[in-house]
């Protein structure tokens, strides 16, 4: 079944009720609009853009689908359980503390269950804030909130349109980047203090071939067994550790 689909408590169908959560200033994460109704939901779409909403436009049987049968008269949301931050608000906790940055950047982690695991290790290892792409990946629902086991009240989670743009931004601050992949140098001998950001990739593709190119370094987890990966937020936690245990100083 869609992940979607699955959690009710955070769908919201129909024009007026769609309409009236984005009026109230409820943080939407991602709206799906028939094809060729864009017109006719126009003022809809526009106030969705404006709150950072991802929109997303798709057949008829797909929204009878992710409304359970009910009348949706074009349009389906699904709410977000947190409001987003901006970058520049994880760069001012991290000066607020007088911490050198300490940032997650998720390039396409699609399961908000792995988004979940991976905020509140991040919760737990001291992270100042987690990045997430608009597109082609899992945003704040409930499941993730829910996975998260209450972290989300406490990392900030910024939502941005290009990875790659971003990363030049976060070093253009004196961030150094570190992407968790195959072939890179061994984390525990990489020294890992400082203003750092670590890129954790898909499920199945890793970091893209562009993001990879930003990095400063690339570090690995050693693999001993015949599986040659980690699952996407144990990887994650198992980094996010080595970091916490080289800036214990801060």
């Known amino acids: 079944m869609d992940e979607n689909r699955k959690n009710g408590n955070d769908i919201i169908i129909g024009r007026n009720c769609v309409s009236e959560a984005l009026r109230s200033g409820r943080p939407i994460d991602k709206i799906f609009v028939a094809k060729g109704a864009s017109g006719s939901l126009s003022p809809i779409i526009a106030k969705a ?3 950072g909403a991802v929109i997303k436009e798709v057949d008829a049987k797909k929204l ?22 901006s970058v520049e608000d994880i760069l001012d906790i991290a000066k607020e503390k007088g911490e050198p940055p300490f940032i997650i950047i998720l390039d396409e982690i699609e399961d908000p269950h792995n ?15 987690v990045i997430i792409p608009k597109r082609r990946s899992a945003g704040l629902s409930f499941t993730a909130d829910k996975a998260s086991a209450g972290a989300l009240e406490y990392v900030p989670v910024a ?3 290009n990875i790659a743009q971003t990363i030049d931004m976060l070093k253009e601050n004196g961030v150094w980047i570190y992407g968790a992949d195959m072939d890179g140098q061994c984390y525990c001998k990489a020294d890992l203090k400082g203003a750092a ?11 893209g071939r562009l993001v990879r190119e930003k990095c400063d370094c690339i570090i690995s987890l050693p693999m001993k067994g015949r599986i040659n990966s980690l699952n996407a937020s144990v990887a994650a936690g198992v980094l996010m550790y080595e970091f916490a245990r080289q800036r214990q100083d801060y």
């Open 64 to 85: 009878d689908f992710l409304s359970g049968g009910q009348t949706h008269q074009g349009v389906v949301a699904f709410a977000s359980a947190k409001e987003y931050s």
């Open 197 to 207: 950001a670590l890129v954790i990739g898909n499920e199945g593709k890793g970091i």
């Open 49 to 51: 853009k404006k709150g």
């Open 159 to 161: 939502r941005v349109t």
């Open 115 to 129: 988004l979940g695991a991976i905020i509140r290790t991040a919760e737990c290892t001291g992270v100042h804030g």
